[in-house]
């Protein structure tokens, strides 16, 4: 593995900057050398914009549990969404925030206005038009008394209203770390796919009528080790969406009354890990990081040759460590994949030792599996999202630390705007309105 690293902090942007005014010159030349490695440094200005839209000022046994980029009034353009909760055990904590909206949605596209949403405490959460209206709907599940998964319905009118309509998908103790859509038995309707705090895999099939219609359930997985994150994609291209769980992958049985297949794909991977199914090299690839060991970051190409999986090493093991985000997108529109990881600043009430870095992998040359370190921040994020949240085409990235319980790390709902190729990189502000 052949890694440049680009660390976007104080001082790297000042001498950025100095190379404008003829003080350096060695940013914007193609064959320019890294003092610290020798290699090439990107040709093409790397710049994100940092600014914080929120502050958090709330109860220290909160937790940040999951944001979106979706739009959710329905006006074209991305909203930017958050939620918290507290942990599934801890009664005092739940009822002493139960009566409080812990969502909140910034209307776009400027991200000024703040909505607040939907009373209580829940885990987990994603965005599908669930009834086919056209509108965004929310499923998440909800934590301590009922454990019900539920789905809120989009009401059409999100400023005027915090309580939207609650429906019942499913009651029990399902407890949604992950929750993913996609269509597994090819009826043309998005199933939902959720990865439990409790070592589970559901699978739940949509109805023709979601409000008053049953949704199957399917018990698709269980681990009797704590086993997190989860993806879906066709990683053995037999045309139907599997399940990557963890370091493994559940196979789809076609019959989804019948057992899943448990496939490892790396032993001496953590049973925690991120992961993203996608083509990097012309066939379905996986992509793993470590969720909460040193893992690192990796990427995984099945060689039927060989029956097994060839691992690419991105992110080195022993440098990275509680990477609870992973996402994969063209950040530098070179046409190739980019990789898009983020430390957690704490894991559970344990703090992980800084820096926490915030970093995209640069997708140098996939055939030398050669990656550019390009490192936003080093504060964490947990959980964080990418997509373009200002309509120019090019991948942005929102996000926030877990908890307020270390106070050099706060919970702020931060976005990376991505200024790749515009203009000179430059020092990241913090600011408190876009």
Request: proline share 5%; glycine share 10%.
């Amino acid at each position: 593995m052949s890694v440049n690293r680009i660390i976007l902090t104080e001082n790297i942007w000042l001498l950025m900057v100095a190379n404008l005014m003829g003080l350096a010159g060695v940013a914007q030349r193609a064959d320019a050398q890294s003092p610290a490695t020798g290699a090439a440094i990107s040709p093409t200005p790397w710049r994100f914009e940092h600014r914080v839209l929120l502050d958090y000022s709330i109860d220290p046994d909160a937790m940040n549990g999951e944001c979106a980029i979706v739009d959710i009034d329905g006006a074209g353009h991305p909203d930017l969404w958050w939620s918290c909760y507290v942990f599934l055990t801890d009664k005092a904590a739940y009822d002493r925030q139960k009566d409080l909206y812990q969502m909140a949605w910034y209307k776009g596209p400027d991200f000024k206005q703040i909505f607040r949403m939907h009373k209580g405490v829940t885990h987990g959460g994603n965005w599908c038009d669930i009834n086919g209206d056209g509108r965004m709907d929310l499923v998440t599940g909800l934590a301590i008394e009922s454990h019900d998964l539920v789905w809120l319905e989009n009401p059409g009118h999100c400023e005027r209203t915090r309580d939207w309509p609650m429906h019942l998908i499913h009651h029990g103790e399902v407890d949604p770390d992950t929750i993913l859509f996609g269509d597994l038995n090819h009826d043309g309707r998005l199933d939902i796919v959720v990865q439990s705090f409790r070592n589970d895999v559901h699978v739940l099939l949509a109805p023709a009528d979601p409000i008053d219609g049953k949704w199957e359930i399917f018990h698709a997985g269980h681990s009797d080790h704590p086993r997190t994150g989860a993806s879906i994609g066709d990683v053995d291209g037999d045309g139907d969406l599997d399940i990557v769980w963890g370091r493994g992958w559940l196979e789809n049985p076609d019959d989804l009354r019948l057992p899943w297949k448990d496939h490892v794909i790396d032993p001496q991977f953590g049973y925690d890990a991120q992961s993203v199914v996608v083509d990097l090299d012309r066939h379905p690839d996986v992509v793993l990081a470590g969720e909460e060991g040193f893992d690192g970051v990796a990427w995984y190409n099945w060689d039927a040759v060989q029956n097994k999986w060839l691992k690419h090493q991105i992110a080195p093991a022993k440098s990275y460590s509680g990477l609870h985000s992973l996402r994969i997108a063209d950040f530098d529109g070179d046409g190739d994949m980019d990789v898009f990881t983020a430390e957690m600043a704490m894991s559970g009430y344990i703090a992980q030792e800084p820096p926490h870095k915030v970093t995209v992998w640069e997708n140098v040359d996939i055939k030398k599996n050669e990656w550019r370190e390009h490192i936003l921040a080093e504060t964490g994020s947990h959980n964080a999202r990418v997509g373009d949240i200002n309509g120019d085409g090019l991948p942005d990235v929102i996000g926030s630390n877990w908890n307020n319980r270390l106070k050099e790390y706060p919970m702020k709902a931060e976005i990376w705007i991505n200024r790749i190729g515009q203009g000179p990189s430059t020092r990241s502000e913090d600011r408190t309105k876009p």
